[in-house]
């Protein structure tokens, strides 16, 4: 077996580049900066209740001046201080808002809609009232982005009790039924879609300093950088690349269920270039392998969801990429790869990887108290690989998660790039969520963003049109 380290890909910003997207936003600005054209100003529209909305705006207000890092991590840098949310830096932006974009709820209908005693009914009555809501910012007041206060007394009836270290946004989600799920964050996102404007979920316990949220800069950095990349859907930052190799394009294929538990369904997600810009396709119905039970795409399947998400893709790029890059969570069958294959062959692609980015039982340890460092990778053969995507942290001289870290195995199926290349990718692509500022997602975003793709359109009718855009499924 065969180990070897792979160097933290770097991040391009503005006016350089870095490994940290938080060190790169606060002394290199976003990269979109170098476009003369872009925007800079945040039109925000709210809906809740008067009082959560109030305390929003003090967040928001708080978020445009300087905000110290937790200092309990700030002696290795695992936190970085907020440099704020305006523009003479950073984001280079300024959020808009006032009482004219704002949608209060009655708290007699938040109160009737917790009494209700059908769990579906009452999640529905929910989604539906923040929903008129959305339509109203959207269809009259034009917002960039909706941000959703969900009240206090929907915690444990409409979403989850509170978690400790939850994200900004949270789960919002409700304790699935038996026979059907009904999922708020879920519903309400496929709902808003329709309207044509992201949507920020908050929690509201997430708009006071307490112990059951993350630190005040830590919200600041991951709240901001969503409604930054949601409101005026360009990122901010890219992967460095090799501007001497082709044009890469990367693909997820990712599968769920319907809600009622008895099809399963694909989602080609994200399928984009270096600079992010992609589309997401939805597929048909497909059938489980009677072996290992896995989703298994037709020849006629994968050939038609490839080559239409192509064909997007060069409309929305204007070109098609010079390298394609297949990621999947599970086998290729032979007659799935096919497929593949055929699309690309038609539409003159000749250089691709495909693999398989899996979850693995193996564990490997180190000496001392840390676990192995990220970028850790194992040859376990000429074609499978154990990659570790989180880990101790060199610049940090620290393991910065709570947890024991579990690998990704990848497995190489075909390819024109060294094993190498393929695993530094799979590395790189984990910097690439633009939810947040974690430069170590255990996954890399062509999965994540399956998964996230395929969590909301199962709530989308089959006639609805899902997004193209990342952005409004985050």
């Known amino acids: 077996m065969k180990a070897e380290y792979l160097e933290e890909p770097f991040l391009i910003f503005g006016k350089g580049k870095t490994i940290c997207p938080r060190e790169g936003i606060s002394g290199l600005n976003v990269?979109?900066?170098?476009?003369?054209?872009?925007?800079?100003?945040?039109?925000?529209?709210?809906?809740?209740?008067?009082?959560?909305?109030?305390?929003?705006?003090?967040?928001?207000?708080?978020?445009?001046?300087?905000?110290p890092a937790n200092p309990k991590g700030k002696q290795k840098g695992l936190f970085k201080s907020f440099p704020g949310f305006n523009q003479d830096?950073?984001?280079?932006?300024?959020?808009?808002?006032?009482?004219?974009?704002?949608?209060?709820?009655?708290?007699?209908?938040?109160?009737?809609?917790?009494?209700?005693?059908?769990h579906e009914k009452r999640i529905l009555d929910a989604v539906k009232l923040f929903e008129e809501n959305?339509?109203?910012?959207?269809?009259?007041?034009?917002?960039?982005?909706?941000?959703?206060v969900i009240p206090k007394s929907f915690e444990g009836k409409i979403v989850l009790e509170n978690k400790d270290e939850e994200p900004v946004e949270g789960t919002a989600e409700d304790d699935d039924g038996p026979e059907l799920e009904t999922n708020f964050r879920r519903a309400l996102k496929a709902r808003a879609m329709r309207f044509n404007v992201p949507i920020q979920i908050i929690r509201e316990y997430i708009l006071h300093d307490n112990k059951k949220s993350q630190d005040a800069a830590t919200k600041a950095w991951n709240l901001c950088t969503a409604l930054y990349y949601k409101a005026?859907?360009?990122?901010?930052?890219?992967?460095?690349?090799?501007?001497?190799?082709?044009?890469?394009?990367?693909?997820?294929?990712?599968?769920?269920r319907s809600r009622d538990k008895q099809t399963i369904q694909t989602s080609l997600a994200q399928i984009f270039n270096e600079n992010g810009k992609g589309v997401i396709l939805r597929g048909t119905p497909?059938?489980?392998?009677?072996?290992?039970?896995?989703?298994?795409?037709?020849?006629?399947?994968?050939?038609?969801?490839?080559?239409?998400?192509?064909?997007?893709?060069k409309f929305a790029t204007g070109m098609m990429p010079g390298r394609l890059v297949l990621h999947k969570t599970s086998k290729y069958y032979d007659d799935e790869q096919d497929g593949f294959?055929?699309?690309?062959?038609?539409?003159?692609?000749?250089?691709?990887?495909?693999?398989?980015?899996?979850?693995?039982?193996?564990?490997?340890?180190?000496?001392?108290?840390?676990?192995?460092?990220?970028?850790?990778?194992?040859?376990?053969?000429?074609?499978?690989?154990?990659?570790?995507?989180?880990?101790?942290?060199?610049q940090y001289q620290t393991y910065p998660g709570m947890y024991i870290p579990a690998p990704l195995e990848i497995r190489i199926v075909s390819r024109v790039s060294?094993?190498?290349?393929?695993?530094?990718?799979?590395?790189?692509?984990?910097?690439?969520?633009?939810?947040?500022t974690q430069f170590d997602n255990k996954y890399p975003i062509t999965i994540g963003c399956a998964r996230k793709v395929g969590e909301i359109?199962?709530?989308?009718?089959?006639?609805?049109?899902?997004?193209?855009?990342?952005?409004?499924?985050?």
Request: charged share 30%.
């Open 457 to 474: 359109m199962k709530y989308l009718g089959e006639n609805e049109m899902p997004k193209e855009s990342y952005a409004f499924y985050m």
């Open 418 to 436: 060294s094993a190498k290349t393929v695993c530094r990718e799979v590395l790189g692509l984990t910097k690439m969520n633009w939810n947040n």
């Open 89 to 118: 830096q950073g984001f280079c932006a300024k959020f808009l808002y006032d009482t004219n974009y704002d949608r209060i709820l009655s708290p007699k209908d938040v109160t009737e809609i917790a009494k209700e005693s059908n």
């Open 232 to 256: 005026l859907q360009t990122i901010p930052w890219k992967l460095e690349v090799d501007e001497n190799r082709p044009k890469v394009c990367f693909v997820g294929i990712g599968f769920y």
């Open 341 to 394: 294959e055929q699309a690309m062959a038609e539409l003159g692609i000749t250089e691709y990887d495909i693999v398989t980015v899996m979850e693995t039982d193996l564990r490997f340890f180190r000496n001392g108290l840390y676990p192995p460092v990220r970028g850790s990778l194992f040859q376990l053969t000429e074609d499978r690989y154990v990659l570790y995507t989180r880990g101790s942290v060199h």
């Open 134 to 148: 959305i339509k109203f910012l959207a269809d009259i007041k034009n917002c960039d982005v909706i941000m959703c």
């Open 31 to 67: 990269y979109d900066t170098v476009q003369s054209a872009r925007k800079d100003q945040l039109l925000i529209g709210m809906v809740g209740l008067e009082e959560d909305i109030e305390n929003l705006k003090g967040w928001l207000h708080r978020f445009e001046s300087f905000i």
């Open 286 to 313: 497909v059938t489980e392998d009677k072996e290992d039970k896995k989703p298994h795409l037709t020849f006629e399947q994968s050939y038609s969801l490839l080559k239409d998400a192509l064909t997007k893709y």
